[in-house]
């Protein structure tokens, strides 16, 4: 079984437990944003999100974490990288009640 499902969809997908969210980070950049959606060579998509900190000792998947809680109201404690620790490429799992998340994050999710 595959990470993504085939059909385009958005960067989120409900898992036990939460909401994974499919991000592509860029570190060292001018500015802390979320800039939208990507499209992915695999049909997918992705949250763009760019920090100011740099990727050494976790700063970039921390500023990361503490741009999406803020943006989206939600607490930095429910936020796990579940994959791509070391990557631009990053899934992230949000702990919570499933269907509560989508539909919060839905709302807030860039078009």
């Known amino acids: 079984m595959t990470d993504r499902p085939s059909a ?4 989120l997908f409900p898992a036990a437990g939460g909401v994974r969210l499919h991000v592509r980070l860029t570190p ?16 997918g998509q ?8 740099v990727p050494e000792d976790g700063k970039a998947n921390a ?5 999406l809680s ?3 109201k939600l ?10 620790a070391t990557d631009r490429r ?13 539909d919060h994050l839905r709302q807030r999710m860039p078009s």
């Open 8 to 11: 385009p969809s958005g960067p």
């Open 63 to 67: 500023a990361l974490i503490q741009l």
């Open 28 to 43: 060292k950049a001018s500015r802390d944003a979320i800039q939208g959606l990507a499209d992915e060579a695999d049909g």
């Open 46 to 53: 992705v949250l763009k999100a760019s920090v100011t900190a």
């Open 70 to 72: 803020k943006a989206w």
């Open 90 to 102: 990053k899934t992230l799992l949000i702990h919570g009640d499933t269907q509560t998340l989508l």
């Open 75 to 84: 607490p930095k404690s429910g936020f796990e990288i579940i994959a791509g």
